[in-house]
Structures are given as C-alpha cells and as structure tokens.
C-alpha cells in the first residue's frame, strides 16, 4: 500500500505559476506510475498528466501541453506538477494517484489507478 499526499495549491492570478507535489510512502515508489488528475466543481474528475515509473515517458491532456510539466524524484518518493500561464478554468482540486505496475507505462485513464490523495485547491483569478 502507498500513502499520498498532496501540497503546494493555493490561490494565483491568472498568467502566474504554481508547483504542486505528491508525497508518497510506503511500497517502492518506482514501482509506480503516477498520475495528476483535477475535478472542477460540478464536473467530473478529469486526466490532467501521467509519468512512467522511471519518468521515460509522459502525457497530457491537449489543454495544458506546453504550460504544465510532469516530473518526479524517485529517490524523494515525490511526483511534481510545475503549472505555468495560469488560467480561471485551471481552478480545481488536483489529486495525484498511483498505478502499481511492472511496465514502463504512462496511464491516462482514471479508472485503474490504485491509489489516491486526498486533493490539493488550486484557485486562479481573472
């Protein structure tokens, strides 16, 4: 079993940048992929990026490519999600989730993932 936790949100003007990280303990953090996911109000919770477990190999959802970076530090069992060019519909809870998995894999479904956080606010202003 892992334990997930969440920092780093907080409320920013639009344009402006957060980092948010996931703290994992318990089970290897390299046997893991990771994934960052979001739920909006009133909406589902959606796929935002993944990471394989060596970090070889990443995805995102087309409305953050190029402003938001996926990265993680195996030896500090932490997943990071650096947010750049802000915008008022990134306004969510950000959860990150994991996938125990022996493939070098990059899941983008939600549906598998084993573990999850408990969610971190991210609120942007216009």
């Known amino acids: 079993q892992v334990q997930l936790v969440e920092s780093g949100g907080g409320l920013v003007q639009a344009g402006g940048s957060l980092r948010l990280s996931c703290a994992a303990s318990?089970?290897?953090?390299?046997?893991?992929?990771m994934g960052w996911f979001r739920q909006a109000p009133g909406k589902e919770r959606e796929f935002v990026a993944c990471?394989?477990?060596?970090?070889?190999?990443?995805s995102y959802v087309n409305s953050v490519k190029g402003r938001f970076t996926i990265s993680r530090d195996n030896a500090k069992n932490t997943v990071y999600l650096q947010m750049n060019s802000l915008k008022p519909d990134d306004t969510a809870v950000y959860y990150c989730?994991?996938?125990?998995?022996?493939?070098?894999?990059?899941?983008?479904?939600?549906?598998?993932?084993?573990?999850w956080g408990r969610g971190t606010q991210v609120t942007v202003s216009s």
């Open positions: 989730a994991a996938w125990f998995t022996a493939l070098e894999i990059c899941p983008t479904s939600r549906d598998g993932y084993h573990y």
């Open positions: 318990g089970r290897a953090f390299d046997t893991y992929a």
């Open positions: 990471i394989s477990r060596s970090g070889g190999s990443t």
